[in-house]
C-alpha cells in the first residue's frame, strides 16, 4: 500500500486527500499542461502505475538487461552487464535520503548493482577483457567494501592489465577496510592474489 511506504506505516487520518494530492504535484512536474488522468501516471484499481507504452523507467531497463544477461552468453552476457551499469548510474531516490521505504529499496537496488558489477567483472576477466572488468570490479568495491569477492577481481583485473602497483593498492584497501570495520584479515583467496602481484604473476 502506498501511504503505508510513505508515513512509514502511520499514514495520518485523510491520507487519501495528501496522497491524491501528492500525485497531482507529480503529474504536474512530469508532463505541465497535461490534464491529470491523461499523464503517464495512470490511475489503477488501488493505486497507480506508469504507463509502460509511453515512459521507460531506468529501474525497468536495468532489471530487463540483467535478465538477459543472466541468459546469454559469455560475448553477449559483458555488453549487457556493462550497459545495465551505465543505466543503473546514480542514487536511487536521491531526494528521499531518510524514508524508510526509500532506503529499503535504495538498499536492494545497490545489492543488485553490486551483483551485476561482479558479474560483468567475472565475464570480463574470462573472456581475457582485463580493461573492461577493472571498472566494473572497481564499482563493486565502492558499493561493498567489506565483500572480498569484488576486491579480488579488482586485484586481478588490475594485474592482468599490468597495473601491479594498482593491484597492490587494491589489496592494502582490501585488508585496511577488514581490519578497521570488521577486525579480520583478507582470506587466503586475496592473500594468494597479493602474492601473485608481489611475484609479477598474470592472473
Given at each position: 500500500m502506498i501511504a503505508e511506504?510513505?508515513?512509514?506505516?502511520?499514514?495520518?487520518?485523510?491520507?487519501?486527500?495528501?496522497?491524491?494530492?501528492y500525485v497531482a504535484l507529480l503529474r504536474r512536474a512530469l508532463q505541465p499542461g497535461v490534464p491529470g488522468r491523461a499523464t503517464m501516471l495512470c490511475t489503477t484499481p488501488g493505486g497507480y502505475r506508469f504507463d509502460t507504452e509511453r515512459v521507460r523507467i531506468d529501474l525497468h531497463d536495468f532489471d530487463e538487461r540483467i535478465r538477459r544477461a543472466g541468459h546469454a552468453a559469455p560475448e553477449q552476457a559483458l555488453p549487457l552487464w556493462e550497459s545495465a551499469v551505465r543505466v543503473a548510474d546514480g542514487i536511487l531516490l536521491a531526494t528521499e535520503p531518510y524514508a524508510a521505504w526509500a532506503v529499503d529499496a535504495r538498499r536492494a537496488h545497490e545489492r543488485a548493482l553490486h551483483?551485476?558489477?561482479a558479474a560483468g567483472a567475472e565475464i570480463a576477466l574470462a573472456l581475457r577483457q582485463a580493461e573492461r572488468a577493472v571498472p566494473l570490479a572497481r564499482l563493486a568495491t565502492?558499493?561493498?567494501?567489506?565483500?572480498?569477492?569484488?576486491?579480488?577481481?579488482?586485484?586481478?583485473a588490475e594485474l592482468a592489465s599490468g597495473r601491479r602497483a594498482e593491484a597492490a593498492h587494491a589489496f592494502h584497501a582490501c585488508r585496511a577496510g577488514l581490519r578497521r570495520d570488521l577486525g579480520l584479515e583478507p582470506d587466503?583467496?586475496?592473500?594468494?592474489?597479493?602474492?601473485?602481484?608481489?611475484?609479477?604473476?598474470?592472473v
Open positions: 511506504h510513505i508515513w512509514s506505516g502511520r499514514p495520518p487520518r485523510r491520507w487519501q486527500v495528501t496522497l491524491e494530492s551483483t551485476a558489477a565502492e558499493l561493498d567494501p567489506l565483500a572480498e569477492h569484488g576486491w579480488q577481481l579488482l586485484i586481478r587466503v583467496r586475496t592473500r594468494e592474489l597479493f602474492a601473485d602481484v608481489l611475484a609479477g604473476h598474470a
